[in-house]
């Protein structure tokens, strides 16, 4: 069964800095799909908040531009989402996603960002 993980999250003052890091538990080639980052606030829906093609080009949340970079790992296998200038708003679930003819979803991962 192909799995998702997420880890990096965490608590993080205002300004700070944390990398997200999504895997496979499996073998599976990462680079051929579009990988994508959500995020869900409390009593909120799920949003995209960034994404990267099989062929490199990038898509972020205007919420997020100039302070989150979403990247490939020199595994295959490997997403990360690194966020500096980490504000309040940034706060919630982030979950890594990918759409593999099925959608496959991680667990998520708490970030929670302190004023």
């Known amino acids: 069964q192909v799995q998702l993980v997420e880890s990096g999250g965490g608590l993080v003052q205002a300004g700070g800095s944390l990398r997200l890091s999504c895997a496979a538990a499996s073998g599976i080639r990462f680079n051929i799909y579009v990988m994508n980052w959500y995020r869900q606030a409390p009593g909120r829906q799920r949003d995209l908040v960034a994404s990267i093609t099989s062929g490199g080009s990038t898509y972020y949340a205007d919420s997020v531009k100039g302070r989150f970079t979403i990247s490939r790992g020199n595994s295959e296998n490997t997403v990360y989402l690194q966020m500096n200038s980490l504000k309040p708003e940034d706060t919630g679930v982030y979950y890594c996603?990918?759409?593999?003819?099925?959608?496959?979803w991680g667990q998520g991962t708490q970030v929670t960002v302190s004023s």
């Open positions: 996603y990918a759409n593999l003819g099925y959608d496959l």
